[in-house]
């Protein structure tokens, strides 16, 4: 597997005080033709980040607009979104387009930590509200610590889930755990969960984050970022394939993707998106500053 870079596609722009910095966690939501809105987290001068969006043409890779304003701002002080809104994917569901995203706090007291949020996205993808004021899917027995980034894929008649949980924030090595479990459901609206999906390796893939799954004819693909622990290692984009999309196998040297030499996204890549439009494959990422440069493209080289 090869991936062919096509360049920065987004720079982050002041646009708004809500949107300060950052175009973090890019989720393409196909308009028309070739033209996609890219929402995306960006930042205010607290780093709290909320929900901006920008049109895309894909094959000219192409701003076409920019949105000035949040769709969608982070939670007041108390609520599970009080510092911020990252974006995962969406889904439809009894005919309602969603948008799961993780919900950031940061307790006076205690470690940041995060919950999984549900976003309705209106039919002409120009709004978004909260589907409720709790949690979609919280912490518990299964994941007590820390939510993150889920994607959820339609599977014939039913759901599955792919979302981050983190086991503890201090290893052996001085690296959180956070893993990528899973879950299914029937119906979009009801989950439950089935534990670790993807292996991990302590010092080598142990830190995960935002999975990003196609399903083809091969069998079920995983790109998500992660870090291994050494002390001068940023977040990469990693590969794991299932032929069920039960059991996982890491394959980090199969990504075909990496920091380039110099530039935007030389520091670290991370944040996958990938998707399938008109016969080709396209990635869009993050680079340095966890989206602090914005998004670029890739698209999957044949042959």
């Not at 929900?51 to 000035?68: E, L, Y």
């Not at 799954?213 to 069998?219: H, L, P, T």
């Amino acid at each position: 597997m090869r991936w062919e870079k096509l360049g920065q596609l987004y720079c982050p722009q002041q646009i708004h005080p809500k949107l300060m910095s950052h175009a973090a966690n890019p989720l393409p939501v196909l308009l028309r033709d070739d033209l996609y809105r890219v929402f995306f987290s960006g930042r205010d001068e607290q780093n709290r980040s909320s929900v901006g969006f920008a049109d895309i043409d894909i094959v000219q890779q192409k701003v076409m607009a920019v949105h000035h304003q949040p769709i969608f701002e982070h939670g007041p002080k108390g609520s599970f979104y009080s510092h911020g809104v990252s974006i995962g994917n969406s889904y439809e569901a009894g005919g309602i387009r969603y948008i799961l995203f993780m919900g950031w706090q940061i307790p006076d007291d205690g470690h940041w930590r995060g919950d999984v949020g549900r976003l309705c996205l209106a039919a002409d993808c120009c709004t978004m509200s909260l589907d409720r004021a709790k949690p979609f899917i919280g912490t518990d027995s299964i994941d007590p610590i820390s939510l993150s980034y889920p994607w959820v894929l339609r599977d014939g008649e039913s759901y599955r889930m792919w979302y981050g949980s983190t086991m503890t924030w201090v290893a052996e090595n001085n690296e959180m755990v956070h893993v990528i479990q899973s879950a299914h459901s029937r119906d979009g609206h009801h989950w439950v969960k089935d534990g670790l999906a993807v292996p991990y390796e302590l010092g080598i893939a142990q830190a995960f984050s935002r999975p990003s799954v196609i399903c083809d004819a091969d069998g079920y693909h995983m790109w998500f970022s992660y870090r291994g622990g050494q002390p001068d290692k940023t977040y990469r984009i990693g590969y794991a394939f299932s032929e069920c999309g039960k059991r996982w196998t890491l394959r980090l040297d199969d990504t075909g993707i990496d920091v380039a030499e110099s530039g935007w996204d030389a520091e670290m890549i991370e944040y996958p998106f990938v998707l399938d439009h008109k016969g080709h494959r396209y990635m869009l990422y993050n680079g340095n500053g966890y989206g602090k440069t914005g998004f670029g493209l890739a698209v999957l080289a044949h042959g």
